[in-house]
Each structure stands twice: as C-alpha cells, then as structure tokens.
Antibody
Framework: QVQLQESGPGLVKPSETLSLTCAVSGYSISNGYYWGWIRQPPGQGLEWIGSFYQSGSTFYNPSLKSRVSISIDTSKNQFSLNLSSVTAADTAVYYC??????????????????WGRGTMVTVSS | DIVMTQSPDSLAVSLGERATINCKSSQSVLSTSNNKDYLAWYQQKPGQPPKLLISWASARESGVPDRFSGGGSGTDFTLTISSLQAEDVAVYYCQQYYSSPLTFGQGTTVEIK
C-alpha cells in the first residue's frame, strides 16, 4: 500500500523559504509515476504547485514557477518542496501526492490518485 | 488557464435523496484524439485529503460506491449522488487535466437537510 507523509515547519516567516518533505512508503519513486505538490489555503480550493518524474524532470505551475523548486532524494525515497519569498498568501495545507497521468514539456495532464494527509503551514512573523 | 466553476457552492439534501453538483469549464476538456473528457471529481471530508472518485468524467475509481456517477462532456459536467448517505457529507471538487496548469473548481459542500 502506497503511503505519503508530509513533514516540515508549521510556521515560516514572511520573505523566508518554505521547505517541506514528502516521505513515500510502499513504492519506490525510482520505479516510475509522477509525483507532486498541491496546496489548499484555509477555507479555499486546491492549487497544483508542481510535479516531477524520477528522471529529475520538473514541471511547475506558471503562477508559482519563479519561487518553486522540487527535488528528489531516491536514496531516502522522498521528495521536497521549496517555496521562496513567502507571504501570508502562501498560508495553506500542503499535500504531496502521486499523479496518475503524465507530464511533458508543456505541463502535466493527470489526476492525483494517492494523497498524503497534508501539513499546515502558516506564514507569519 | 482553464477556469473551473462549480454550482451550487453548497446544497443540503435529505438522506436517501439525489444530490447533483455541476461543473463548468471555461473551455472544452474533450480530446478529439481519443474522444475522452479530461475531467475528474474528488471528495474531501473534514480534516482529510481529497479522494479521487471519478476520472474521465464518468469512470468510477475502484471501491467507489455506485451511487456516485459522473456525466457530461465538453464544458459541462455533473456529479450525481443517487441516494445520499450520511457518510457522503463532504466538499466535492472537479478538476480538469486537459490543459496545464491543472486546475480545480472552488468546491461544493454537500450537507444533510
């Protein structure tokens, strides 16, 4: 059974970098599938942040592309999200998930079939 | 970006009655190459992550009760719960995966009347 678990600081100061990690169990991310991050501000809808493939290819939402990076650590079977220059608008529950679909140089075309439980990140001084 | 608009924002339905949620996309999500609609539905219960219910507009995921059904094509879609159960109280989201970036509707809250 594939499971994902997010971890990281629950509080980040404005202008700093938000860093989260997603640990995957039950499946080796080196074996395939696309994986990624989604966020949900309090009381609001869902926003796709970005995704990657085990080859190291990354795909980002253009609205966040200038501030986002996703990296992979296959030795630990986990991947990470860095979001720089955060503001209060970045306060949200951050989910990691597995994509069911594919990504190309044009973007990603997939649903999210497995999700982590999410982690709340508040941006505040 | 494709904008997904759901209606209503919330609805209250009696147990055993039908609940219908609408989702409209700002442009067609129907692929002419494979005649498939790139539209999914998710259910999110309080304090939980979203759960994928339906993909390709009408294909239920494994384990999803058959009281959930998806319909529509092109730009207009529906999620129907044929006989509402107490455990169906949740927020429901549609998502398009025809065009990047992936985008979601704003959500529809389903409650018991």
């Amino acid at each position: 059974q594939v499971q994902l678990q997010e971890s990281g600081p629950g509080l980040v100061k404005p202008s700093e970098t938000l860093s989260l990690t997603c640990a995957v169990s039950g499946y080796s991310i080196s074996n395939g599938y696309y994986w990624g991050w989604i966020r949900q501000p309090p009381g609001q809808g869902l926003e796709w942040i970005g995704s990657f493939y085990q080859s190291g290819s990354t795909f980002y939402n253009p609205s966040l592309k200038s501030r986002v990076s996703i990296s992979i650590d296959t030795s630990k079977n986990q991947f990470s999200l860095n979001l720089s220059s955060v503001t209060a608008a970045d306060t949200a529950v951050y989910y990691c998930g597995r994509l069911h679909g594919f990504c190309t140089s044009s973007g990603c075309y997939a649903t999210f079939d497995i999700w982590g439980r999410g982690t709340m990140v508040t941006v505040s001084s | 970006d494709i904008v997904m608009t759901q209606s209503p924002d919330s609805l209250a339905v009696s147990l055993g009655e039908r609940a219908t949620i609408n989702c409209k996309s700002s442009q067609s999500v129907l692929s002419t190459s494979n005649n498939k609609d790139y539209l999914a539905w998710y259910q999110q219960k309080p304090g939980q992550p979203p759960k994928l219910l339906i993909s390709w507009a009408s294909a239920r995921e494994s384990g999803v009760p058959d009281r959930f059904s998806g319909g529509g094509s092109g730009t207009d879609f529906t999620l129907t719960i044929s006989s509402l159960q107490a455990e169906d109280v949740a927020v429901y989201y549609c998502q398009q995966y025809y065009s990047s970036p992936l985008t979601f509707g704003q959500g529809t809250t389903v409650e018991i009347k």
